[in-house]
Nanobody, 122 residues
Framework: QVQLVESGGGLVQPGGSLRLSCAAS????????MNWYRQAPGKERELVAAISSDGESTDFVDSVKGRFTISRDNTKNTVTLQMNSLKPEDTAVYYCNARRRSPQLRKTFNYWGQGTQVTVSS
């Protein structure tokens, strides 16, 4: 069965750092783009960072550019989100997502983790 397990969340002061990790199993990790989403109370789920299946391209939402870094290790089936200079508005549940498009099947494969809480507060 497919599993995505996030870890590394917690409480941190503004300006601090956290590293989130996602361990994947049950599918061909290297064939999937990996993404980090977040959802704050009362807000819709937001794509924060993305990395291509080979790790050669990344993308970030404007609000975290220059502060967050996404990386992956296809030999360990893991993806990480390094979060620096954290702000209170970064407070949310962060979700790991795996996505693969299959044009020949005309479908998209999407897998989600359970999420990990990040709270930025003094």
């Amino acid at each position: 069965q497919v599993q995505l397990v996030e870890s590394g969340g917690g409480l941190v002061q503004p300006g601090g750092s956290l590293r989130l990790s996602c361990a994947a199993s049950g599918f061909t990790f290297s064939a999937y783009a990996m993404n980090w989403y977040r959802q704050a109370p009362g807000k819709e789920r937001e794509l924060v960072a993305a990395i291509s299946s080979d790790g050669e391209s990344t993308d970030f939402v404007d609000s975290v550019k220059g502060r967050f870094t996404i990386s992956r290790d296809n030999t360990k089936n893991t993806v990480t989100l390094q979060m620096n200079s954290l702000k209170p508005e970064d407070t949310a549940v962060y979700y790991c997502n795996a996505r693969r498009r299959s044009p020949q099947l005309r479908k998209t494969f999407n897998y989600w983790g359970q999420g990990t809480q990040v709270t930025v507060s003094s």
